[in-house]
């Protein structure tokens, strides 16, 4: 049978009254007896109604995300780890984390996030993957609902985020490959409604202008971030009169696809034509070959994230509102 507060009060000889103010850390209860009524509490094997608290006080502990994915997205090793570090950070806050999917740019993608806020839910939203013109961030601050992204956008909107400096990374990567040797570089874009597209595009774009190369647009193809669709546009790449001797995917998913379309036609990776990723998933190191990718540290983003997000929550100043972060150029087999 489960403790309650008046088998409490009653071996503490306080009223319930005393007791429930004294485990909620109320000031009006002394410090002393509030350290009696917590160890007795603890010794007797009490157990908070966690429900009955949140309705008090109007708050779940718990954070929400919304995947803005396609079906089977937990087969995409970036929001497993996405995922991963969000629930860890929010779990060392005793934060729960509530997971909903919706296919981006959908029609029920609002519908999906007023039901997490009006039904009140969750306590804030993480959002990822933003766009040049982020329709839910604005729904967001408009409902004066706590939020953090993933991302920057386009709009003048201010909301606090944390991004990663995609135009660097690719910009490093193109320059390693014209160290190389190469001159004829394709870019495999994301979709280009998101914002890290945008800037990874501008990366590409300001190397080849750096180092005086032709900016052709044959070269540059837009992705989905599947790869299959990487699979797709590296085949439309290589049969180009002149195709590229390297390609830059805007993630690793893509490059894993556009290896394997390299590969079926006989090509060698990593001496034939060289593959550069953007993410360092897990998979990337283990793959054949070994994928040269741009890395971002997805895990400890995701921790961030919820941490800046509870912060907000309670009410606490973030040292940082906007925090952007450096990716680092791993090297590995695939770029030769």
Do not use: W
Not at 93 to 117: A, G, N
């Amino acid at each position: 049978m489960s403790v309650t507060l008046k088998d409490i009060a009653r071996k503490v000889g306080y009223s319930v009254t005393t007791v429930s103010r004294a485990l909620n850390d109320y000031d009006d209860v002394s410090e002393e007896t509030k350290q009696l009524i917590k160890r007795v509490a603890q010794e007797m094997g009490y157990h908070p109604h966690v429900i009955a608290q949140s309705l008090q006080r109007r708050r779940t502990n718990t954070v929400g995300f919304i995947v803005p994915a396609t079906d089977r997205y937990l087969s995409d090793p970036y929001f497993l780890e996405l995922l991963a570090g969000i629930g860890d950070g929010a779990a060392s806050h005793d934060f729960d984390l509530l997971v909903s999917t919706c296919k981006p740019m959908d029609p029920q993608e609002r519908v999906v996030y007023e039901r997490m806020v009006r039904g009140r839910r969750v306590d804030g939203i993480v959002v990822a993957r933003t766009r040049c013109d982020d329709e839910r961030i604005a729904y967001l601050l408009s409902e004066g609902f706590p939020l953090v992204a993933f991302g920057r956008t386009a709009s003048d909107l201010d909301f606090p985020c944390l991004d990663v400096d995609g135009e660097r990374g690719v910009y490093e990567a193109v320059e390693y490959l014209i160290g190389l040797g190469h001159r004829r570089i394709g870019f495999i874009a994301p979709s280009m409604y998101l914002m890290f597209a945008e800037h990874r595009l501008a990366g590409y774009k300001r190397a080849l202008r750096d180092n005086d190369l032709e900016d052709d647009a044959a070269l540059v193809v837009e992705g989905n971030l599947t790869q299959a669709r990487g699979y797709q546009r590296m085949e439309q790449l290589l049969d180009l009169e002149e195709p590229p001797t390297a390609v830059v995917a805007g993630n690793d998913l893509m490059a894993f696809g556009a290896m394997e379309a390299a590969q079926e036609r006989g090509l060698v990776v990593g001496r034939d034509v060289a593959v550069i990723g953007f993410d360092d998933v897990p998979l990337a190191a283990y793959f054949h070959p070994a994928l040269t990718t741009i890395r971002q540290p997805i895990y400890d983003i995701g921790k961030m994230l919820s941490q800046m997000l509870i912060k907000i929550i309670n009410g606490e100043e973030l040292a940082e509102r906007q925090i952007i972060l450096q990716p680092e150029l791993v090297i590995r087999e695939s770029s030769g």
